[in-house]
Each structure stands twice: as structure tokens, then as C-alpha cells.
């Protein structure tokens, strides 16, 4: 078990980054244990490991122990859209969100797309999702959900019966199994958010192509009576499965 409390590279000199810039510490001292085999970096190598995995946990070696540590806290900011580049556009404002995910809830900077119509309403809502994050409210969100999350709690669901609470209960453990009292209660917005996922899946399943009136998302759509009802298959549907010269048929046969 102690193989993985250290690593005798923690204080040397980072091997894998560019060494130009003097005034960048370059000292090996963080290593994450969720890349499979990755090895111990320093802090500008494991900001950029993570650009696209920017949920991990690392682990820094303090001198004497391995503490977690949030990549947030280590420095890393989510770029919304561009593949994770920083928007050309976008300025230095940052705004900080509560992400819900598969490995914890944790508060992020984010620095949003501020090209094309970025000021319209929903606009925001659109780039997160587009993004994989599920905005908990369509207007000013302060709180995500990943699609990872909401798709692993719909099968829990389904296969253990866990509820909302327990999941969110879960989350505040696993991000910190201390102090889980520190980490934010999102249980009701990830209630609402399940709830809105499942509503627009089914729309989509249904064949909606987009509850998108002039608005903006707007869930609020209006749907018309019976028209998410599914139709029993074994029930004769005129012009689905019955015959289209059905009405000459003797009245008795019919
Ligand atoms: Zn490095
Ligand atoms: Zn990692
Ligand atoms: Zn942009």
C-alpha cells in the first residue's frame, strides 16, 4: 500500500517541461492518481495535462505526505468553448460556478465565450452544455451538472434505486470524506436539473427537434394534449397498422 504514498521523483527538477522561464517553479510535486500511470509533474505540466480533465483530483506532496488537492485550487481556470483554448475574444473577468461531477462538487473559474451573440438569453446555458455542463437554471446560472454525472445517476437509478439525496451525499463524501459538511449542498439543484435532463431526453425521443421559441431554452415550451402519449402497439391505429381500405370492410369484420 505505501507504493503509491510516494514517489522518490517529488522535489527534482520536472523532466517533461520547458525550462525557459526562470521565474516558473518547475519542482515535481504534484501527481494524479485518476490518468492511468501518469507521472508526478509540476505545476505548469499538470495544469496542462489536465486541460481536458479538468475534474481530477491531484495529489502534492507536501514534504512529509500526499494532501488532495483540487486542480482549481492549483490554478486551473475552464475555458468555455475553443477546445479549452481561452476565448481570443474574452477578457480577464472569470466567474466562478459550483460544478456537480461524477467525482465530487467543486467550485470552478470559468472565462465564458464572449463571440457572436454571446449577450442573448441562454446564450450561456447553450455554450455550458455544449460543453457537457447542465446548467441548473437557463437564466443566470451559478451551478452545473455534467452530462457524466446525470447519465451515471439516471442508471443508478434504474439499477440500485438511489435517490437524489443519497447521490448528492455520496458526491459530498468523495470530494471531501473529512469535512463533508464544507463541500455545498446541491442536492435540490441537482434534483431540478435531473428532472429537466429527463424532460428534455424525452422530447428528444419523441421527435421534438427543439423547445426553442423565439426566447431562447425555454422549457417552458407548450405541448400540445397527448402529444409525448406513446400508442399502444397492439391497438388498430388508422393509417399505422391497419389496412388503408379498412372502412369497406363488412361492419361486422372491421
Ligand atoms: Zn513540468
Ligand atoms: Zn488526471
Ligand atoms: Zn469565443
Redesign the pocket.
Known sequence: MYEREYDSRFGSVCPRCDKSDPSVDHTVRYK????FQ?PPLCKPC?LD??KH?PF???HEWTGSYLRKVS?SSVGLVICLGHDEEKCPSAGDARMKMTIVHGGGIREMEIVQCTCGDSQAKGSLALRLWRSGLFPATFIRPGTVISAGALSDFHLLTQTAKVNATAFCTFLRRKTDYWAQDTVKNRAREFFMSFRMYCYLNNLKSNGFDAPRPASGVDPGYELSPGSMAVLCPACPQPSINMSPNWRERDEALR
Open positions: 494524479c492518481f485518476e490518468c501518469a499538470i495535462a489536465h480533465a481530477h483530483d491531484v486542480l
